[in-house]
């Protein structure tokens, strides 16, 4: 990442560190130790596990944060626990840590939807600015989730022919057009198109046009 980008991510997650938890996931407790010490340092919240299934058995999708994912345990693997993951709908970034990153792990992490795959032994701030990189990604994440949320929510408060001028007003079209193409008149479409607004919770066009394309 460039710096800007670091500077962003770094701000977003010092903003949800309070709600953000980083997993730790390897079956040597030395390393999660460490690990933990090292997060620790900077003020985040941390979460060690031993293995995939143990991680598995406390965790829900809807905790925000990132993992910290050993490659070779015994039990369930890595990428295997993050197939699972992906089955149950988790979208919480995973930064990969392995002492035997081969090529082909690693285009399997990556393909997974790894956020990233580091080696053992990791520098100490590369880690770090890994982990926050990842936070703000998960902020982001369920940030988008959110907005999507509220707007199929307000989406479903407006009427039927409310939905038809606003589709037609995010198109660009006039009052006079849309009166036209609808067969109502200018006075109505204005009073529909007032209440559709104050449903949507734009006060202007361009607000509503946000909505829509944020939504897409």
Same mark, same amino acid.
Request: glycine share 6%; net charge neutral; with cysteine.
């Given at each position: ?23 730790? &996931?390897?079956?040597?407790?030395? *390393?999660?130790?460490? *690990? ?10 941390? =979460?060690?596990?031993?293995? /995939? ?5 406390? +965790? ?6 990132? *993992?910290?994912?050993? &490659?070779?345990?015994?039990?369930? #693997? ?8 992906? @089955? ?7 930064? !990969? ?9 690693? &285009? @399997? ?7 990233? !795959? %580091? ?19 998960? /902020? ?17 408060? %407006?009427?039927?022919? =409310? ?10 079209? #006039? ?6 193409? %609808?067969?109502?008149? +200018? ?5 529909? @198109?007032?209440? %559709? ?8 066009? /361009?607000?509503?046009?946000?909505? &829509? *394309?944020?939504?897409?």
């Amino acid at each position: 990442m460039n710096t800007q980008m670091n500077t962003q991510a770094n701000a977003i997650s010092r903003r949800n560190a309070s709600e953000q938890t980083v997993f730790i &996931v390897d079956d040597e407790g030395a *390393l999660r130790d460490s *690990l933990r010490w090292l997060l620790e340092s900077i003020q985040l919240r941390i =979460e060690t596990f031993e293995s /995939a299934e143990a991680f598995l058995a406390s +965790y829900t999708p809807n905790r925000p944060g990132c *993992l910290v994912l050993d &490659v070779r345990m015994p039990g369930m #693997s890595g990428p295997e626990l993050m197939d699972q993951l992906n @089955r149950i709908g988790g979208t919480i970034p995973i930064i !990969f840590l392995s002492a035997h990153g081969d090529v082909p792990l690693t &285009v @399997r992490a990556m393909k997974g939807g790894a956020f990233d !795959f %580091l080696q053992k032994p990791y520098n100490n701030q590369e880690f770090l600015d890994r982990v926050r990189q990842a936070l703000a990604l998960d /902020a982001c994440i369920r940030d988008r989730c959110k907005q999507q949320v509220d707007y199929s929510i307000k989406l479903a408060s %407006l009427t039927t022919r =409310e939905r038809q001028i606003m589709d037609k007003v995010v198109e660009g079209q #006039s009052n006079k057009i849309i009166a036209r193409e %609808l067969d109502i008149s +200018y006075k109505t479409v204005e009073a529909h @198109r007032s209440r %559709l607004m104050k449903k949507m919770g734009a006060n202007s066009i /361009a607000e509503l046009l946000q909505q &829509v *394309l944020t939504k897409n």
